[in-house]
């Protein structure tokens, strides 16, 4: 795949981040996909997505300010701000994409940010 398509892919990521739907990421997100962030490490399509959509669920929008694209090498530099209205937390998200899916994540935040916003690792009680 080329830049093109690989931008069209990480675009389609942070698209349904944006619009709080992990459901948007089963053609994205390759099936044995690996992340690894302040959080600790992922493996597998589906814990990723319910792990997402913790994240999506605190997130009240992405700001993007830079991205930087080699061969399947996807960064993005953004800030998330919190649906609570908290402080933004600038985040670095360096994905790897291969024939049209993300196969590996890393993820670069300040932590103690993002869990006075809610802590990702817990079900929302919101639902």
């Known amino acids: 795949m080329n830049a093109t398509g690989n931008t069209a892919v ?3 990521y942070f698209d349904a981040w ?3 739907q992990p459901s948007q990421l089963a053609d994205v ?3 044995d996909i ?3 962030g302040p959080l600790g490490q992922i493996d597998g399509a589906a814990r990723y997505q319910a792990s997402l959509g913790r994240i999506f ?3 009240g929008k992405l700001v993007f300010h830079k991205r930087w694209v080699d061969g399947g090498d996807v960064m993005t530099w953004f800030d998330l701000h919190p649906r609570d209205g908290g402080e ?3 985040v670095a998200s360096w994905l790897q994409i291969e024939d049209g899916r993300i196969t590996r994540v890393r993820v670069t935040f300040d932590l103690g940010e ?4 809610g802590d990702p690792r ?3 009680t919101d639902q």
Not at 114 to 117: D, G, M, Q, V
């Open 57 to 59: 669920a605190i997130t």
């Open 29 to 31: 997100l390759a099936p």
């Open 10 to 12: 990480a675009d389609a």
């Open 18 to 20: 944006q619009a709080n």
């Open 88 to 90: 933004p937390s600038p």
């Open 34 to 36: 690996r992340v690894n």
């Open 122 to 124: 817990r079900p929302s």
């Open 114 to 117: 993002l869990l006075r916003a």
